[in-house]
């Protein structure tokens, strides 16, 4: 089996992206799987997108934790949420969060969960300002 994941495009407009995931896990876990694609997203004048810096979270978490990274040769954690969490962040006041990471940067979004058992779960809703390159 696998953990039951769901991906949701909230909104995808030319500067944003707003995007829903959801876990419920079968003991299994996710391990470095891509859950923001930039190549995916929606173009701005024929531009793709490159990267994005994470603007705002919204988490919840029962049972397990998420690692947020930044893909890379050598992933890069950008931020973890802890077990059994409800938390709210906003970092636009910054600029968002931005991707660090180094050799082999690909500007996708990765999540890693820690501790899954059967039955934990999370929601997870990212608010991103596309970059293009």
């Not at 962040?89 to 180094?102: Q, R």
Request: proline fraction near 0%; charge should be negative; aromatic fraction near 6%.
């Amino acid at each position: 089996m696998a953990d039951a994941v769901t991906t949701q495009t909230l909104f995808d407009g030319a500067r944003r992206a707003v995007l829903k995931f959801t876990n419920i896990s079968d003991g299994t876990g996710e391990s470095a799987v891509v859950k923001v694609d930039v190549s995916a997203l929606a173009t701005l004048d024929g531009k793709s997108c490159t990267s994005v810096n994470i603007e705002k979270i919204d988490a919840i978490t029962r049972g397990m934790a998420v690692d947020i990274l930044w893909a890379a040769s050598a992933n890069v954690v950008c931020m973890t949420i802890g077990e059994d969490q409800f938390q709210s962040h906003d970092f636009s006041k910054y600029g968002g969060l931005s991707n660090n990471a180094g050799s082999g940067k690909t500007g996708d979004v990765l999540f890693t969960t820690v501790g899954a058992t059967a039955g934990d779960r999370y929601t997870i809703i990212l608010e991103c300002l596309k970059n293009y390159g």
